[in-house]
């Protein structure tokens, strides 16, 4: 037990000093780019249907898959996630302890994209609402204030009403939801999932079924009646979508 207790205490150690020594190439990066007046994109896991991530000419991309590290706290009531770490590794990491997240439904998307458009879920945004919801701080890197400054790292909580921190909280409602990159480097991101526990009356149900065009509108035409349904139970969630490509071969449709 005591020889477990080193081997983790060891690893721990290291991650820390390979992490510092990257937020420090970060840091060079964003420098450099600042002074020189270079536009930097940043990729997590690359999954931008609009190019985000990508750059062209004299540009930097600066790919942050190497922050990929997911550590539960000492009480086990948050953990914190790398923002190159793919959500199927977030989940893998939360399902051993039957704790969850509401987040897409795309696992090789990364945390940090992720994050900075929201963490939209077609399944469960009226039970538990965005993934931004349940974030509670974020390690960033920002740009310095002048060309002879060094890139700043801050490490941002959730912005509380009763002691308010503009700074922190300016840069806090900006970076989740504001598009990814355009406020500074997302290092990490610390989450409080919820606990499947909780939710043990919780279903699902999934029907798939051919695609025809009269099908699909009658769906689209049932969700946006039911939409308009004051009375809906606020833990109700329901949602229509097509699989293209060849992977209606995952059904048996015989």
Known sequence: HHDEIAMKEAKAKVEAEQRAVMIKEVQSVIKHAYKNKIAVALRSGGHSFSGYSSCNGENIQLDMKHFDQVHWSDDMKSLTAGTGTFLKNLDAAMFKVDAFLPHGQCGTVCVGGHLSTCGYSVFCPRSFGLFIDHVVAVTMVIAPTSADAEAEVVNLVKPDEHAPNKKNDDLWFATLGGSPGNF?????????????????????????????????????????KVNTDGELAADFNGSCGMIGGNALNLFDLD
Request: net charge neutral; with cysteine.
């Open 184 to 224: 500074g480097v997302i290092i990490d991101v610390t989450v409080v999932p919820k606990w499947s526990g909780d939710y043990l009356d919780s279903r699902v149900y999934n029907m798939p079924m051919l695609y025809t065009k009269e099908k699909f509108q009658r769906c689209i035409d049932y969700f946006a």
